[in-house]
């Protein structure tokens, strides 16, 4: 139906137009109004949590003027846009953001010394008798993803809004983000994040935008001559509704507002009346509320997939909204079929929605009636891939049982989709069977067929990509080397990762990107949109008024953590304040993954702590041992997944670690450890400005990038790693004088491997003394971390812990030299290294996915 509202009513709604506000006055007036009728509130009646409320509904009604502007603009203009589509967005809290991005068109420098509109909403909020920190502070983190590929979508949007360029992101909306992790009595202990227990002013529900999901049920082909290949009825079983809920993305410094959609499961309205009748009503009832547990909770695993039943109806349930809003707005446009490519273009951010090329392609046979091969070229133009790991565990496949019988029609597209795929194979490619099994979508192997997503995701897009150079080159000789022989090497593209600089430089590091900007002469800090402007710095590396400056500022974000860390161990203080200027901060967080070796930066610490106590022990004084092992705090933290007993192992040995070292007098505070515990988005803000050390130590070849690497690097820590990810291409930019790296090379990985297998290696005696006396360590049982060092010992080293172990302590060696005997040297390092960084903003990022995958250009406001 029409709900365009009739011209001659339209000036009337313009009169009423509802204006931003832009400056303090007119903020209070929102705050005020919204405390009142919004929440039902007073001036008698108004806590810290309401002035959040209200602060994030007055600055929602900003963004929601310039998100409608937005999205008319795209209507009416008609561009090709981008849909990114990912399981996980990690956005963390959106409130910060919001106050700096927030366009203004008074942007002047207010009292508080802040020229974002967070500058005079603070002093609003102080007026009002509210501290902003405080009231940012009672905004949970959206947390629905698990690691670096949800976090990359949350970077993507807040570029893509920035550069203007149409796009929208779809996912679900779960009502469980990513677990709480405790640590009670030194283990991991999940606790379930029921992040919308407050409401969410953020989302704008849509309930006039429902779309009916089916799953299960048969394939009805009622004409006994028809093919698969001709249009075919699904014959659907259970029924279930998605819900629309819209969060408005802020572009920096400019109007565009962008969307994210995410998607949430109810039940129909449909009755299952035959239970009814049978006097079964509550069960009829239980059968519908079921349908709310797809999007009720986040799968806890990063780079592993388990091939539960659950999951692929949150992928399909996923897919097939998001595909039916997209073919919404297409047919809106009342443009031909052949154009569609020309409209939309979708991302797909991992394996996980490779389930929309085969609805695409169902939507378009099927109930679209075109001819199969017209489908599928429309969809090979419109579909692009990111993979995100080589790690074979991670790839994801499904039991051919398991996915014919949820999605019927779609194994059967899947198949011949498959069939004409290997046909044309066969024809470049006669006779190499190896090769056909090995690029074919289904996997026959025993014991059961499987799906391969990745081989469908190849097959059904117009290019791949890797996450850094050294990934998207690993992924065209190893786990898609067979479809670059079909397929040619163009089709396979590298995009570096990048980060956002509002985040993670101007909102984490608010006294940085200052001190930044003067020094640049750029105090509106336009560097966060053009980052190549950061080079003006090199010429300040070396003046000792401006490295006092920054490590001024160093100083003081550490006493930031330092207070974190004391609040989260119960009040009491683990760092000496009086040398935190001199104290090296080394700080590892991340995911818990044995290929990330947490193992080998806890192994080293025990290494250290062992040759401390020896020197005592040899009558050593403590000013000779604090020579050579100078002050330093090795902090770490990560939610390992659930199920994932060794990554939980290392997190009891971190800090069965802590305990021991962190009481043990005799060291005098040279050597503290701590594991932060619950690692999210909000606490990297505050981690992550803090490390003068920051530890990217992955097995080389296994981590596809990393995007904290260039979180560290950005805000002025140095980074101890292996040549592994976008390390590599972090040393390009900044110079191999300026990191630390170590460690064996990817390329002789598989032999390294090889040797441990057949026992041709001994293993060094330094990690067999580390070893050895991990169990002095234990507290819980005798031998708890057998299974940990078992795995070195006899158990053939997969992530080569110990062929790396010497040569990570020879860099730390350096590491503790350098800091600690020549901190200009240091200092230089650190204001060198942040000036070419440059290129890891996620804005050169996606000018790249633009350009190069997506051909879309951006829609600018008028105005700009
Ligand atoms: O993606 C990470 C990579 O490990 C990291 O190197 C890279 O920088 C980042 C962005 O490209 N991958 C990642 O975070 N993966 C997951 O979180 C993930 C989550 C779920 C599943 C697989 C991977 N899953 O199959 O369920």
Redesign the pocket.
């Known amino acids: 139906i029409d709900a365009t509202i009739p011209l001659r009513s339209r000036n009337l709604w313009k009169k009423n137009n509802i204006q931003k506000f832009e400056e303090e006055e007119g903020f209070e007036k929102k705050f005020v109004t919204h405390v009142e009728t919004s929440l039902a509130r007073s001036m008698y009646n108004c806590d810290e949590l309401a002035a959040y409320e209200a602060t994030s509904m007055a600055v929602r009604d900003n963004l929601l003027i310039d998100w409608s502007a937005t999205q008319q603009r795209i209507t009416t203009r008609d561009p090709k846009r981008v849909y990114y589509l990912s ?2 967005f990690l956005m963390g809290k959106a409130l910060d953001n919001a106050l700096i991005n927030m366009s203004s068109d008074k942007q002047e420098f207010s009292s508080t010394g802040d020229n974002t509109s967070r500058g005079y909403v603070k002093h609003a909020l102080d007026d009002l008798g509210f501290n902003l920190e405080d009231v940012l502070q009672k905004e949970p983190d959206a947390a629905l ?8 979508a949350a970077c993507f949007l807040d570029s893509m809004a920035t550069k203007s360029i149409p796009a929208w992101g779809y996912g679900l909306r779960y009502e469980y983000g990513i677990f709480a992790q405790k640590i009670i009595n030194g283990y991991q202990v999940e606790t379930p994040d029921y992040w919308l227990n407050f409401g969410n002013p953020w989302e704008i529900e849509r309930n006039e935008i429902q779309v009916p999901i089916t799953f299960y049920g048969y394939v009805d082909r009622n004409n006994g001559d028809t093919t698969t290949l001709s249009p075919s009825q699904w014959v659907g079983g259970e029924r279930v509704l998605a819900v629309a809920y819209d969060f408005p993305v802020p572009g920096f410094k400019t109007t565009s507002v962008n969307n994210l959609r995410l998607w949430r499961a109810k039940p129909t309205t449909e009755f299952d009346f035959a239970k009814f009748n049978n006097g079964d009503y509550k069960n009829s009832v239980d059968e519908q509320q079921k349908a709310e547990s797809i999007t009720a909770v986040l ?1 806890p ?5 388990k091939g539960k039943e659950l ?1 692929l109806k949150q992928q399909y349930f996923w897919c097939a909204a998001s595909l039916s809003d997209i073919v919404r707005r297409f047919k809106k446009s009342r443009r031909p079929w052949r154009e569609f490519s020309d409209q939309v273009a979708i991302q797909l951010n ?3 929605p490779t389930l929309a090329i085969v609805e695409l392609q169902r939507i378009l046979v099927d109930l679209e009636k075109l001819d199969w091969h017209e489908a599928w070229s429309i969809i090979t133009q419109t579909f692009a891939y ?1 993979n ?2 080589v790690m074979l565990e ?1 790839l ?1 496949k499904w039991p051919i049982d398991l996915f014919g019988s949820l999605l019927p029609r779609h194994l059967e597209i899947i198949y011949d989709i498959n069939w004409f795929f290997l046909k044309d194979v066969q024809k470049k490619f006669p006779k190499d069977v190896d090769l056909l099994r090995n690029v074919s979508i289904i996997e026959e192997a025993s014991p059961e067929r499987q799906v391969r997503m990745a081989n469908l995701a190849i097959v059904g897009s117009h290019t791949v990509n890797g ?2 150079e050294l ?1 998207s080159q690993l992924i065209k000789t190893t786990i898609f080397r067979d479809f670059v022989r079909v397929f040619g090497e163009k089709k396979f593209t590298n995009v570096t ?1 990048g980060i956002t600089p509002r985040r993670w430089l101007r909102q984490a590091n608010p006294e940085l990107a200052k001190l930044i900007g003067e020094a640049i002469h750029d105090p509106e800090q336009n560097f966060l949109l053009n980052m190549s402007k950061l080079n003006g710095l090199t010429k300040m590396a070396d003046d000792p008024d401006f490295q006092t400056k920054w490590d001024s500022v160093k100083e003081s974000n550490k006493h930031r953590l330092a207070d974190l860390i004391k609040d989260l161990n119960g009040g009491v203080e683990v760092i000496n304040r009086e040398h935190i200027r001199h104290t090296l901060f080394d700080i590892q967080v991340k ?1 818990m993954h044995e290929y990330k070796r947490q193992q080998l930066n806890i192994f080293g610490v025990i290494h250290r702590y062992l040759n401390m106590k020896d020197m005592l022990k040899n009558g050593k004084s403590i000013e000779e041992v604090a020579k050579r092992y100078p002050r330093k705090v090795s902090i770490f933290g990560g939610k390992s997944a659930p199920g994932y007993y060794m990554a939980k192992l290392v997190i009891k040995l971190i800090n069965s670690v802590a305990d021991v070292v962190n009481n043990d007098e005799e060291l005098q505070d040279l050597l503290k450890v701590f594991f932060i515990p619950d690692y999210n988005v909000s606490k990297a803000e505050i981690i992550i400005p803090a490390s003068d050390l920051s530890e990217h130590i992955s097995t080389a070849g296994t ?5 904290s690497n260039m979180k560290f690097v950005m805000n002025g820590g140095l980074i101890i790693g292996t040549v592994d ?2 390390n590599v291409e972090i040393t390009r930019e900044i110079g191999e004088d300026n990191i630390f790296l170590f460690g064996n090379l990817s390329e002789n990985v598989e032999n390294l491997r090889f040797k441990h297998q057949y026992n041709e290696t001994e293993l060094p005696p330094s990690i067999t003394r580390v070893l050895n006396a991990v169990e002095k360590f234990t507290s819980e049982y005798k031998n708890e971390f057998k299974p940990l060092t078992d795995s070195i010992k006899y158990h053939g080293d997969y992530y080569l812990v110990s062929d790396d172990f010497d040569s990570y302590i020879a860099a730390h060696d350096l590491v503790d030299d350098l800091y600690h005997h020549n901190k200009h040297e240091w200092i230089k390092k650190s204001i060198i290294s942040v000036a070419n960084m440059g290129f890891f903003s996620s804005d050169r990022c996606i000018d790249e996915y633009a350009d190069t995958i997506w051909n879309v250009e951006p829609l600018k406001p008028e105005s700009s």
């Not at 993803?145 to 990359?152: E, S, T």
């Not at 981590?703 to 995007?707: D, K, L, R, W």
Request: aromatic share 6%; charged share 20%; hydrophobic share 25%.
């Open positions: 399981l996980e993803g698990n690691g670096g590929l949800g976090r990359l799968y695993n990063d780079n592993f997939t999951r991992d394996t996980h990111t995100h790991t991670a994801e996450v850094a990934h990762n995911r981590e596809a990038s990393g995007t990810g976008a």
